[in-house]
T-cell receptor, first 113, second 112 residues
Framework: GAGVSQSPSNKVTEKGKDVELRCDPI?????LYWYRQRLGQGLEFLIY????????KSGLPSDRFSAERTGESVSTLTIQRTQQEDSAVYLC???????????FGDGTRLSIL | QKEVEQNSGPLSVPEGAIASLNCTYS??????FFWYRQYSGKSPELIMS????GDKEDGRFTAQLNKASQYVSLLIRDSQPSDSATYLC????????????FGTGTRLLVSP
């Protein structure tokens, strides 16, 4: 597709379970970003990839959160032992280069019961 | 600490008026600035980019940049109810690598 694709669009899981969120960036985009947005709140930066490496992981809230990117393409964000405070929309964005504007996917709405 | 500041609003304007959204940023060296629009329940979408001092117009939207004052604004002329959304200012900071930092957004309400 032409845009950033995220899956699943919605995920409901029980507290304590692990979840994996996927992002397919726009083809050719070297930079990829993950954000979290809680209801009614602003964007919370999580992690940034340039190619397959992550120069900035400063936003990951705890060691339960991890992310990887392979083939300079798809990225997965994994949350282990989910907690209720992890409930949010997780947004992925990509840009051709870091200094270029970011384009967002539709997000994954994560609900922890 | 790299920061982008916006008034959270809501900014209420009547239909047909000019809406003025403002943003300040902390890094004098920043060179790239963006405005995003986010409708409730949707993801942000890019509406304007600006890189040079002065005004940049695109349809009903005008972005204004003053690097000396570290200030960027977005004007929406002939505001429509469909413009009601949260507007996010984003600035690229150089932290050793280029990093886009978002403000928390200003909520705009355009009343018919």
């Amino acid at each position: 597709g032409a845009g950033v694709s995220q899956s699943p669009s919605n995920k409901v899981t029980e507290k304590g379970k692990d979840v994996e969120l996927r992002c397919d960036p726009i083809s050719g985009h070297t930079a990829l970003y993950w954000y979290r947005q809680r209801l009614g709140q602003g964007l919370e930066f999580l992690i940034y990839f340039q190619g397959n490496s992550a120069p900035d992981k400063s936003g990951l809230p705890s060691d339960r959160f991890s992310a990887e990117r392979t083939g300079e393409s798809v990225s997965t964000l994994t949350i282990q032992r989910t907690q209720q405070e992890d409930s949010a929309v997780y947004l992925c964005a990509s840009s051709l280069f870091p200094e270029q504007p970011q384009h967002f996917g539709d997000g994954t709405r994560l609900s922890i019961l | 600490q790299k920061e982008v500041e916006q008034n959270s609003g809501p900014l209420s304007v009547p239909e047909g008026a000019i809406a003025s959204l403002n943003c300040t940023y902390s890094d004098r060296g920043s060179q790239s600035f963006f405005w995003y629009r986010q409708y409730s329940g949707k993801s942000p979408e890019l509406i304007m980019s600006i890189y040079s001092n002065g005004d940049k117009e695109d349809g009903r939207f005008t972005a204004q940049l003053n690097k000396a004052s570290q200030y960027v604004s977005l004007l929406i002329r002939d505001s429509q109810p469909s413009d009601s959304a949260t507007y996010l200012c984003a600035v690229i900071f150089n932290t050793g690598f280029q990093k886009l930092v978002f403000g928390t957004g200003t909520r705009l309400l355009v009343s018919p």
